[in-house]
C-alpha cells in the first residue's frame, strides 16, 4: 500500500513538474544580449522625426502585434527658438528609469548593464532633448528599457538609439519572446 502511494506520488510530481514555467520577466535582460529574445533591426533606415515645426513622429512596434507601443516626437519649439525631442509611452509600456523629487528621469543605459522586473519604470512621456537642455546623451549608442505588459504578462525588452540634435536613430529592439 505505501509503495503504491510513492509510485503514485512520484509519478503525479513528475507529471507536474514539467508545466511549471519559469517567468521570464524574472530574469535579468542584458542591454545588446539578443539571448531568448525577439529582435528588430532598424540600422539602415532613416526614421527622421522632425519636419520643419511639425511634429510627426514615429511610432515603434516594440511585441510586433501591429500597434505602436512607443513614439519618438521631436519638433521645433517656435517660442523658445530650439528643438524639443521626447519619448511617448502609449498604452501598456513603461520604459526604465529612476523617481527622485517626484520627477522621472529616463536611463540611457550602456551594453552589458541589466535589469529585472523589480527595476523601476514609469508610463509617461519623457524629455530627451529640450532646446539647450540634454537630458539623455547625444550622438552615442545608448539602450532604453521597457517594459511591455500584455494580458496581465510583463515582458522586459531594450531599444538600441542615438540621439542626434533635432531626430532620434532608432538601430534595434528586442523584448523577451
Known amino acids: 500500500m505505501k509503495k503504491t502511494l510513492f509510485i503514485a506520488l512520484t509519478l503525479a510530481v513528475l507529471c507536474i513538474l514539467p508545466s511549471c514555467k519559469k517567468d521570464s520577466t524574472q530574469a535579468k535582460v542584458v542591454f545588446g544580449n539578443s539571448k531568448r ?3 528588430t533591426s532598424y540600422e539602415g533606415i532613416p526614421l527622421v522625426v522632425q519636419y520643419g515645426h511639425f511634429s510627426w ?26 528643438i524639443l525631442t521626447e519619448l511617448h509611452c502609449l498604452d501598456n509600456t513603461a520604459v526604465l528609469g529612476e523617481l527622485t523629487d517626484q520627477k ?3 536611463w540611457a543605459n550602456n551594453a552589458n548593464d541589466s535589469f529585472d522586473s523589480n527595476s523601476t519604470f514609469m508610463s509617461t512621456k519623457v524629455a530627451l532633448l529640450r532646446s539647450d537642455n540634454v537630458y539623455f546623451p547625444m550622438n552615442e549608442e545608448k539602450y532604453i528599457g521597457f517594459k511591455l505588459t500584455e494580458n496581465d504578462q510583463s515582458r522586459l525588452g531594450w531599444m538600441k538609439v542615438i540621439l542626434h540634435h533635432d531626430y532620434v536613430e532608432l538601430l534595434e529592439t528586442a523584448i523577451q519572446k
Open 37 to 39: 529574445m525577439a529582435v
Open 57 to 82: 513622429g514615429y511610432y515603434v512596434d516594440l511585441n510586433n502585434d501591429g500597434q505602436g507601443d512607443v513614439q519618438f516626437r521631436s519638433t521645433s519649439e517656435i517660442m523658445e527658438g530650439g
Open 104 to 106: 522621472f528621469s529616463l
